[in-house]
């Protein structure tokens, strides 16, 4: 089965860093284009980045600047660097794993980001 773990949530005070994990299993990971999103409580889930397997990248303007986003296709790892983190960054952020022929996507459980003072 697929199953995709995410790791590295955490609190981090205004102007830290924060990398997320994702480690996916049970598919071929070249066959998906792998994002993250986030959720804040009572927000809708908003897309944060995506990386294709070329490594291709596309990002949130919110978000620009401040985020990367990569995959390492050897070990099924996506990630997500943070940096310059803000209060409003604050959200679970979810690992997504869209495949390439139209199938619908698998998500992660979520890991929990809170940037406070």
């Known amino acids: 089965q697929v199953q995709l773990v995410e790791s590295g949530g955490g609190l981090v005070q205004p102007g830290g860093s924060l990398r997320l994990s994702c480690a996916a299993s049970?598919?071929?990971?070249?066959?998906?284009?792998m994002a993250w999103y986030r959720q804040a409580p009572g927000k809708q889930r908003d897309l944060v980045a995506r990386v294709m397997s070329s490594g291709r990248t596309n990002y949130a303007d919110s978000v620009k600047g401040r985020f990367t986003i990569s995959r390492d296709n050897a070990k099924n790892m996506v990630y997500l660097q943070m940096d310059s983190l803000k209060p409003e960054d604050t959200a679970v952020y979810y690992c997504?794993?869209?495949?390439?022929?139209?199938?619908?996507?698998?998500w992660g459980q979520g890991t929990q980001v809170t940037v406070s003072s």
């Open positions: 997504n794993a869209l495949p390439t022929w139209g199938a619908d996507p698998y």
């Open positions: 049970g598919l071929i990971f070249s066959f998906y284009v």
